[in-house]
């Protein structure tokens, strides 16, 4: 069984920082591309970052030069770094796997105040 599993949200004051882990287990995630995606309330799942097997990443415009993806094939874990946190972070963060088909965790809120 796939399960990929959150950790690392709560709330900030802006200008904080977070770092977010998803675990993943009952997959070989050297192999999936790991990324992560949010969803404010209202708005539809986007995606924040990704990072290839190869190592190779990907970041929204928003979060350039303020969050970093990283991963750790031999902890299967993924990171996912967020320094300079602004309000418009505040949403629910969720963990992809993509391969031959996606995985997703439950989510973990992260919240940010002004």
């Known amino acids: 069984q796939v399960r990929l599993v959150e950790s690392g949200g709560g709330s900030v004051q802006a200008g904080g920082s977070l770092r977010l882990a998803c675990s993943a287990s009952g997959i070989i995630s050297s192999v999936y591309t790991l990324g992560w995606y949010r969803q404010a309330p209202g708005k539809e799942r986007d995606l924040v970052a990704k990072i290839t097997p190869g190592g190779s990443t990907n970041y929204v415009d928003s979060v350039k030069a303020r969050f970093t993806i990283s991963r750790d094939n031999a902890k299967n874990t993924v990171y996912l770094q967020m320094n300079s946190l602004r309000p418009e972070d505040t949403a629910v963060y969720y963990c992809?796997?993509?391969?031959?088909?996606?995985?997703w965790g439950q989510g973990t809120q992260v919240t940010v105040s002004s």
């Open positions: 992809n796997a993509a391969y031959a088909r996606n995985y």
